[in-house]
């Protein structure tokens, strides 16, 4: 499968950006890729979808792998549960 989903394992809303973090499908790898500046929710799921994998096509702790895209997905909702976190600290 060329363009795999690639939920996220974290999303983090620091100094006014988001992070999207996710273990790459294909190379196994911590991948990271912003998510804008703008708080809203609705906003920042708009990053979600197809990405390019950045990862190399080989590396010393998984050998050889694809170097496809993946499909960034959040189907635990981590985007909506740091919005909350940030709605909260600001009361």
């Given amino acids: 499968m060329k363009n795999p989903e690639a939920p996220l394992s974290v999303a983090v809303y620091i100094g006014g950006r988001w992070t999207l973090r996710l273990v790459c499908p294909h ?3 911590v991948h990271s890729h912003g998510g804008g500046t ?12 197809h990405r390019a994998g950045h990862c190399p096509s080989e590396c010393e702790t998984h ?7 993946y499909v960034l997905t959040d189907p635990a909702d981590l985007i909506g549960e740091m919005h909350h ?4 600290a600001d009361k």
Avoid at 63 to 69: C, N, Q, S
């Fill in 63 to 69: 050998g050889r792998h694809d170097r496809g895209g």
């Fill in 27 to 29: 190379c196994g790898h």
């Fill in 38 to 49: 703008d708080p809203n929710p609705e906003v920042v799921r708009s990053y979600l979808g």
């Fill in 85 to 88: 976190a940030i709605t909260e």
